[in-house]
């Protein structure tokens, strides 16, 4: 999954959202990533949303191995993701394939609906930054550094993460950016997704990074 800079053309979150579950997947904002969707209702879902505002909101689950046909709010986090659906492609064995793109934190509150898919009101969650000082610059540059050597580590991720990674400015994005491509766990994922807080985000993800250096430097001493 990439992170790219968001579209300009990108739509307003509105008020109410489709929600597509993702299981144990936690999806951030201006992740851009393919999905295939199966089934009646999931393709119903996506042709309403591709005829509208292109919006839906992904929202991981707290027990997804709880298989059902008709997802309820009870089965879902409070905080997901609104996504714009960029592109879609109906294959021939009836699935769609389409690719999209994080675009906002938000909460989930009442039911809207229930049938034929679940929709709910949502509010927005804006990135709480903090003043701009010593410190906080402190968390920013400790979390790049950091990134930069889970990079350099690990054989999973591509090198050319780096190139992306050092492209992006602000703080909050930093901060998904190396969320998403952090080995965590769900639950982990999740608790970095709730924390509208930049700064307390950044200190947790330093927590993480050390915890993630370790193991990858364990691993490489023992490969030698």
């Not at 709010?73 to 714009?84: N, Q």
């Not at 924390?195 to 050390?210: C, D, I, P, W």
Request: proline share 9%; aromatic share 6%; with cysteine.
């Amino acid at each position: 999954m990439a992170v790219n800079p968001p579209a300009p053309e990108l739509p307003a979150v509105p008020d109410i959202l489709p929600v597509l579950p993702s299981g144990p997947e936690v999806v951030y904002p201006f992740m851009v990533f393919p999905l295939i969707l199966r089934g009646d209702v999931w393709g119903k879902l996506i042709d309403e949303v591709s005829t509208s505002h292109k919006m839906l909101c992904m929202v991981a689950q707290p027990n997804p191995e709880q298989q059902k046909e008709h997802v309820e709010r009870a089965d879902l986090y409070d905080v997901g993701t609104a996504v714009f659906l960029a592109r879609m492609v109906r294959l021939p064995d009836g699935n769609i394939q389409a690719l999209l793109q994080g675009v906002a934190r938000v909460r989930l509150n009442d039911v809207a609906q229930t049938e034929p898919y679940l929709k709910v009101f949502v509010q927005t969650v804006p990135d709480e930054m903090g003043p701009s000082d010593v410190e906080a610059e402190g968390r920013l540059r400790n979390v790049q550094a950091q990134f930069q050597r889970v990079v350099q580590l690990s054989p999973q991720l591509p090198q050319e993460l780096l190139m992306a990674f050092g492209n992006i400015q602000e703080p909050g994005r930093v901060a998904d950016f190396a969320a998403a491509n952090l080995n965590l766990s769900p639950p982990e994922k999740q608790d970095l997704l709730e924390t509208a807080s930049v700064a307390e985000r950044l200190r947790k993800l330093t927590t993480f990074l050390a915890r993630e250096i370790d193991i990858l430097e364990v691993g490489s001493r023992i490969q030698e």
